[in-house]
C-alpha cells in the first residue's frame, strides 16, 4: 500500500476489534463501567455520525458483539430504478455490489469504515461517549454513597484546605468534604490518615449524589458501639438512645433482650476494652453507658449518672416534665460543668427535669 514502508503490516480488521473489546474490558476494569453499557453509548454515538455525515440517513444498523468480536455499521439504502436521493437510494447495479441477489424494493445495506465517518462524527462520536461515561460514573458515585447512607465508613485524608479547615476524605473513589462544624473540636488531621466518619445524609445534587458525613454526630458513637459490642450486632442488647455533646461527653442508654446479659456489661467490655477502644476514636470523649427502663423515673435516675438521685416525682400537669433530688453535695456533679450532665440527661430521656438538692432550697417546702 502506498505510503507504508515495506514489511510493515496492516493490521486485520479482526485485530482491530480484538484491540477495541480489549480497550474496553480494560476500562471496564479500571473504571467499573460496564463494558454493554459503554456498546450501548458507542452504538447511539455511531448512529448520529453517520446520520450526519450521510444527508440525515439514520437508517443505519450497528452490530456491536464483544462475545463474537464483530464490529461492523451498515448504512441502509433503498435499490431503486432511478436515484432521487444518493444519500437513502441506489440503483441495483450498485446494490448488487453489497448483495448479488438485491432487487428493486429491496433494502441493502452498505458497510461503512471508521474513516468513513469523517473528523466530524468522529468528534460526535467521542462526545456522546465521554458523555455517557460521565453520566455512568456519576451513577456509581450515586448507588456507592446511597450504599453507605447513615453508616460508618473508614475514609483516607486526602488533603487539608487550611484557610476553612476542610478536610477532603476519600471514601473509596469518592472525594467527600469534612467540613469544620462536623469536626470534633481539638481534632488534627494529616494528609494519609484514617479516619471515621458517620454518613449522615446523601442529598442529589445535578444529576450526582453528595454526602454530608461526620465525627460530631450522635449517629457516630451509636455505629460505633455496634462495631465494637457483639451482643449489639447479634441483637441481644439494643440502643435506646444517644445524646451527645462532641469532644466532651456522650450518654447512651441500652436494653438487654435477654435478661442474663448485662446491658451496660456488654458495652463496658472486659476491663472496659470496648468502651475504651470507642473513647480513643473520639479522641478521649467520656461516655457514660445507662441502662434503659420503661419507667421514666427509673430512666432518668440512670440517666443522670454519675451522681445518685433520692427521688423522682412525676409532675401530673405538665407533659413529660419531672423534679428529681440529688444529695446535697452532688447537686454540682448532677447539674454538671455549665449545665451538661442534666441537658444530655434531659435529651437522652426525652424529659425535661428540674433537679434539686435533696434538703430543698431556702424556703422551698419540703415534702
Known amino acids: 500500500m502506498a505510503g507504508r514502508s515495506k514489511g510493515s503490516k496492516v493490521p486485520t480488521k479482526a485485530q482491530q ?25 458507542i452504538s447511539t454515538a455511531i448512529t448520529v ?4 455525515s450521510n444527508g440525515g440517513n439514520e437508517d443505519v444498523t450497528v452490530d456491536i458483539n464483544a462475545e463474537k468480536n464483530v464490529f461492523n455499521v451498515f448504512i441502509n439504502k433503498m435499490v431503486v430504478d432511478e436515484v432521487f436521493d444518493h444519500d437513502r437510494e441506489m440503483i441495483v447495479e450498485e446494490a448488487r455490489r453489497y448483495n448479488p441477489h438485491a432487487m428493486v424494493g429491496d433494502k441493502v445495506g452498505i458497510p461503512l469504515e471508521t474513516k468513513e465517518f469523517g473528523r466530524i462524527a468522529a468528534m460526535t462520536a467521542k462526545h456522546v461517549i465521554r458523555q455517557g ?11 456507592e454513597l446511597q450504599s453507605r447512607n447513615q453508616e460508618l465508613v473508614a475514609a483516607t485524608v486526602e488533603r487539608i484546605d487550611d ?16 467540613l469544620k462544624n462536623e469536626q470534633i473540636a481539638g481534632e488534627v ?31 457516630l458513637v451509636k455505629r460505633l458501639f455496634e462495631t465494637e459490642v457483639p451482643e449489639i450486632y447479634e441483637g441481644i442488647v439494643e440502643i435506646k438512645g ?17 435478661e442474663n446479659v448485662d446491658p ?23 461516655i457514660d453507658i445507662v441502662k434503659y427502663s420503661e419507667d421514666p423515673a427509673e430512666f432518668i435516675s ?7 438521685v433520692v427521688s423522682v416525682e412525676i409532675d401530673e400537669e405538665q407533659p413529660r416534665t419531672c423534679r428529681v433530688r440529688v444529695p446535697d453535695e452532688q447537686l454540682s456533679l448532677a447539674i454538671g460543668n455549665k449545665g451538661q450532665n442534666a441537658r444530655l440527661a434531659a435529651r437522652l430521656t426525652g424529659w425535661k427535669i428540674d433537679i434539686r438538692p435533696e434538703s430543698g432550697y431556702y424556703g422551698e417546702e419540703t415534702v
Open 163 to 178: 484557610r476553612s479547615g476542610t478536610v477532603i476524605l476519600k471514601i473509596g473513589k469518592i472525594e467527600v468534604p469534612l
Open 189 to 219: 488531621f494529616h494528609e494519609g490518615d484514617t479516619v471515621k466518619v458517620y454518613v449522615v445524609d446523601i442529598k442529589d445534587v445535578e444529576k450526582s449524589a453528595r454526602a454530608t458525613v461526620s465525627r460530631t454526630h450522635p449517629g
Open 302 to 308: 440512670k440517666a443522670l449518672s454519675p451522681a445518685n
Open 17 to 41: 476489534n480484538k484491540e477495541f473489546f480489549e480497550a474496553l474490558q480494560m476500562f471496564e476494569d479500571e473504571r467499573g463501567i460496564p463494558v454493554s453499557y459503554m456498546i450501548e453509548k
Open 242 to 258: 444517644v445524646s451527645r455533646e462532641a469532644g466532651s461527653r456522650t450518654k447512651i442508654a441500652v436494653y438487654s433482650h435477654d
Open 133 to 143: 461515561i460521565r453520566e455512568v460514573e456519576r451513577g456509581q458515585v450515586a448507588a
Open 264 to 286: 451496660v456489661g456488654a458495652c463496658i467490655g472486659p476491663r472496659s476494652s470496648r468502651v475504651n477502644d470507642i473513647v480513643k476514636e473520639l479522641g478521649g470523649e467520656k
Open 49 to 52: 455520525a453517520v446520520k450526519n
